[in-house]
């Protein structure tokens, strides 16, 4: 089995990897137009922020698996993967402690000015009288929006620097709230107004898309610091620089439209370029400690993949089928059983969408369950049913 890792990954977790008997070509400077041409026979793709594009997906030939190193998969091409049938996984969670403090160094920065601190003093001013006239964070308001593992990071500190948590998520219950020990808003639109913080946390989604659209940007209060270490595209940029303009919001950012490619190099960012934003190169999970986690968690896919044909964190399995019915089968543990009860549902055109075969202790008998997106005939549910010295029970369900 081969791999391809398209993108930086620590040294010793590629010799972990090559141990596991794979080939391993490790090739971190490659772009996204140039993944096609060298994705060859490789069976697994690894990548970072690598953009995962149809071509490359078409023309790897073995192709059957593609890790995304981090949690968000929006730089895959999920879609071309889905029509040739191969996995996407991820490693969720693994960096969610480096994206916390770095979303909590930006807020601290901001209120303290730190970025014109620093310049000032390289440029050999003292200006102690401009730099002391910082609110500080104790007693404020921060309303966290998405209270995923990286969401539920960022409350346990803002928690310890003393702030009032509300939060927002489509998953979060008032139970569960009380849990975390914060309060829990029940929009975005009640949420932002009541904050002097506020900090997105949610995937890239279609749903989560411009989130922070012009009108939550327009009730937020005067002095409100806003902070996205998500995606840029949760947020309306051009709103977001009126406030700015307009002196209403300061901004903390990792991400911007547009990021480059390549590690470096030129790029110009209105947003990043305004006084009043703090921006930060897109580092948010580049940590050595979350860098490791998730190549950790990588080795891990790629292990139980080869060993056990399962894939950890498969992201592109479907959450529901158009499967309406189920057949459940208790049968006699013996070969072509299952053969001919697909045999039936093959000739009758029903298609199986899911499948499940498990084993009674003792290895004598086993249930079979499986989901069709069609209700078969009478005749072939009884026709199954008489093979009795293959069949014990069959049931029928609709779902």
């Not at 009380?178 to 975005?188: M, N, Q, T, Y």
């Not at 327009?218 to 409100?224: A, D, E, I, Q, R």
């Not at 700015?244 to 911007?256: E, L, M, P, Y």
């Not at 056990?308 to 057949?327: E, F, H, P, S, Y």
């Amino acid at each position: 089995m081969k791999t391809l890792i398209a993108d930086s990954f620590p040294q010793s977790y590629v010799s972990e990897i090559s141990n596991l008997g794979v080939e391993v070509q490790y090739k971190p400077k490659l772009k996204a137009e140039e993944l096609a041409a060298n994705i060859g026979d490789a069976s697994i793709l690894i990548v970072r922020s690598t953009e995962v594009r149809a071509d490359c997906i078409n023309s790897g030939k073995n192709l059957s698996l593609i890790i995304r190193a981090g949690a968000g998969v929006n730089t895959i091409d999920v879609k071309a993967a889905n029509a040739r049938g191969i996995y996407v996984a991820n490693c969720p969670g693994k960096n969610s402690i480096a994206v916390a403090e770095l979303t909590i160094a930006l807020l601290l920065s901001l209120d303290r000015r730190i970025v014109e601190n620093v310049s000032d003093l390289r440029g050999g001013k003292w200006n102690k009288s401009e730099y002391s006239k910082a609110d500080g964070v104790f007693g404020k308001t921060i309303g966290i929006i998405g209270v995923g593992q990286i969401g539920k990071e960022v409350i346990t500190r803002a928690k310890a620097f003393g702030l009032r948590v509300i939060a927002w998520s489509r998953s979060l219950t008032p139970e569960k709230a009380e849990k975390l020990g914060i309060e829990r808003a029940s929009s975005v639109e009640t949420l932002v107004p009541q904050c002097d913080i506020v900090s997105v946390h949610v995937a890239l989604k279609p749903e989560t898309r411009n989130i922070i659209n012009k009108n939550i940007i327009h009730s937020m209060k005067p002095g409100t610091i806003f902070l996205n270490t998500s995606r840029a595209e949760v947020v309306d940029e051009a709103a977001l620089r009126e406030a700015v303009t307009a002196g209403i919001v300061k901004v903390g950012a990792d991400v911007f439209s547009n990021e480059p490619e390549e590690k470096s190099g030129p790029y110009s960012h209105p947003l990043a370029m305004m006084p009043g934003v703090y921006g930060t190169h897109h580092i948010g999970a580049s940590t050595n400690q979350a860098q490791n986690a998730v190549a950790a968690e990588v080795v891990s896919i790629i292990n139980d993949y080869m060993h056990q044909g399962t894939v950890r964190n498969w992201v592109n399995r479907a959450k529901k089928t158009a499967a309406k019915w189920q057949l459940v089968v208790r049968h006699f543990d013996k070969p072509g059983v299952l053969a001919n009860v697909l045999d039936d549902l093959k000739a009758s055109k029903i298609n199986v969408q899911e499948v499940e075969n498990v084993i009674f202790e003792g290895q004598q008998t086993a249930c079979c369950t499986m989901k069709l997106d069609a209700r078969p005939a009478d005749e072939i549910v009884g026709g199954i049913r008489k093979r009795v010295d293959e069949v014990i029970q069959v049931s029928l369900i609709e779902l």
